[in-house]
């Protein structure tokens, strides 16, 4: 069982029983967080046992004063017991730990309330615009299902006549929402605020608070509006505070490594994996850039979207659980901040230049998870490693290399420029999405994971990944659909040259990937050689039958995959990028049309050798 897996289930089970165990070791009873923490850091179990004894009652109190609910606060008390055991290395300053603990379950508590309410990411943000009015009736009645803040948090009943407690745990919670939303409320005009208690706090209808106030419910609507942007932008400011506060005395205040040079002269056409092969260059000796194309699954992917061969088709994946899944191939340990839309957002390269500019930043709502993925970034760069980040200026994977917490500003760079980004405007690109990619500092392991390289690849050319975005078709039935929509002329020559050059990038580095594994194994059977065994053949008599057959199916691989970039690379310079060639061409059609036929029937034949090869690993590893 992997450690992570067999860890998260220790925490689960240890969790989970608390009940059950009347009390840990007397000499854990007594002993001070400090060592408490030293213990679990160690791995040790009865620690972390000790440590659900201790704070377990405590933190159900405070987290009911949230959620107002029993139920709801059993379950995240549950979740971020297991959340600390695996973030326990981040504690840096274990005097703090029932305040660490509690930020944890705080954070969780107002992550569930969202989900509760179907406004999971959309802090303030799913108000209607002035004079939408599509979710009025005709009596004027209005729901808004608003932000776990103001809709879960500040009725009437909670901020009037709240349950009466003695509980301390469960005051102090209340007392703390009820001077935050009092904070709030401080940042709007007098107009503003009056307008803002009516409506969230009281309740009443925009036509309602029209009536009342001698205003038109077009100006309601706008008040409220402009008051959503306010208070979101005071929430998450106010987040940042707390967040450099509570890490003054743990982090650096300004961290800036050297600079990354991957992007200086780019070796492939995949930002991510330009990115990934350079940050864990910072963790040590890194894997080489096609094991970084292969392991991620770069080099076998084809994703596009049907309608138009639209930028964004190379992307369209989960990257939280491809990338990550890559590098736990590689033997590493990430960790994600992710909010990305699941549509195809605005190609960058078509839009008004004024809009990827700072002033057209500014007027952008705050991104909800602004501060986690400060939060890592810092912590990343805090310990050598620089972060991956998405859309520092245009929306493809960089580099935060540093950051500065009196400026407020980070220290970025991709494959467009070096730059200095504050703080806030992280998250508000063109397509206002936020993406945060890190590892650990040590790896779990050296060997890479080719059996699970092998299965994700065959899957996604079979069209069954789980991890692509709806509206999209992958693997090998995308070419039947890219043949059609030239049929159809639904080309955007921007986008269509760029799918065209990443897929050729991606078949070169996939060549390049079978050529290194065949070379390693070749290493490896000379440093471990054997009389021949079995019939091999001759050119690799001096290996074993397996390390054989895998080294002669790798080369296969290498050179179906060196063929179909040949082909492709006919096509980049059909259509070369950006501006796209002739598209529109009858003969230009007819011809693209001809190579992604035979480059399709190229890929089907190179996925039996991914299926050979799959079948022989698995028979080594049976064996050993």
Known sequence: MPKEKNDRQQAETLAQEHDHAPYASCSYSGMPDEQIVQHIKQGDQQAFDELVLRYRSRLHRYVRGITRDDSLAEDVVQEGFIRAYHHMHQLLNPNRLLAWLQRIV????YTYIERRTRMQEQTFSSLPDQGDLSSTDEAGSWQHPTSHLLDEQISVTSLQTSEISHDPYYAAATAETHHYIHQLLTGLHEKERLICV???????????????????????????SRCRKKLSRHHIQHGINELLRDNVSSLPQCVVLHEPRTFDAPQTWSSAAAAIYEMLSYVGVSPSLPIVMGCTGLAFRLTVYPANLHIAGPTAFNFKEVLGRGLRHMGYLPSAVEATASEAGVNANLVEPALLQDAAKNKRMLHPRLIRALSMIRYSVSRGI???????????FGLVYGYDDQSRTLYGVDFIQSTILPYDHLGRGVNEEIFVLSVEPSRMRDKINLKAVLQDALVHYEGLDT????????????????REALRRGDLEPNGHAYNIAVLWDARTYASAFFAELSQLWRMSADKHSVEPIGDVDDNHSSVCPDTGKL???????????????????????????????????????DQTVLVLQEVEQLERSVMSILQSILVVVESVELHE
């Open 467 to 482: 991890y692509m975005l709806p509206d999209t078709v992958s693997g090998l039935a995308a070419y039947g659909v890219w």
């Open 386 to 396: 620089p972060a991956v980040v998405w859309d520092l200026n245009i929306p493809e």
């Open 198 to 224: 009516s409506h969230w706090i009281e309740q009443l209808s925009p036509r309602d608070i029209a009536d009342q106030t001698g205003l038109t419910i077009a100006n309601i609507y706008q008040i409220l």
């Open 551 to 589: 080294i002669h199916l790798c080369q296969m691989a290498e050179e179906k995959y060196r063929l179909i970039a040949e082909k492709l690379h006919f096509l980049v310079e059909c259509f070369p990028f950006p501006d796209g060639g002739a598209p529109d061409k009858q003969d230009v059609i």
């Open 106 to 109: 705080r954070n969780m508590a």
